[in-house]
C-alpha cells in the first residue's frame, strides 16, 4: 500500500529510526509522543502537568501536518511511568479532547 511520511518541525524531529507519522490510506498513524519542544528540549522535568501539555501539543501538532485534528483520533494510548499522576493526566487530557467524541483510550 503506498504511504506518506508525515514530518513536522512543530514537534520533536525522531530521536531514532522511526517518522512522526504514516499516512496510509485514510488513516493516519502517529507515533508515540513524549515531553520535548520542537527544539528537541526536555519540558517540564519532573512537571507531570507540563509534560502532559507538550506531549499532547505535539500530537496536535503531527495531525495537523496530516491533514486532521483531535477530533478525528479514535484511540489513544496513555504510558504512566505513577499512576499516583493519573489524576492530573486526564484532567489535562480533558482539555484536548471533549468527553463526548473523546476517542478510545487505555492507560498503561
Known amino acids: 500500500m503506498p504511504h506518506q511520511v508525515i514530518l513536522t518541525d512543530q514537534a520533536p524531529a525522531p530521536i531514532g529510526p522511526y517518522s512522526q507519522a504514516i ?5 493516519l498513524y502517529v507515533s508515540g509522543q513524549i ?24 500530537l496536535t501538532a503531527v495531525l495537523k501536518a496530516g491533514g486532521l485534528a483531535l477530533t478525528d483520533v479514535v484511540k489513544c494510548s496513555i504510558f504512566v511511568k505513577d499512576l499516583g499522576n493519573f489524576a492530573i ?20
Not at 23 to 27: E, L, M, S, V, Y
Not at 89 to 108: D, H, K, L, M, S
Open 89 to 108: 493526566i486526564n484532567q489535562i487530557y480533558g482539555t484536548y479532547f471533549e468527553e463526548a467524541t473523546a476517542p478510545a483510550r487505555e492507560t498503561v
Open 35 to 58: 515531553p520535548l519542544s520542537a527544539a528537541g528540549q526536555l519540558v517540564g522535568d519532573g512537571d507531570v502537568a507540563a509534560q502532559t501539555h507538550q506531549v499532547l501539543q505535539n
Open 23 to 27: 499516512k496510509a490510506g485514510n488513516t
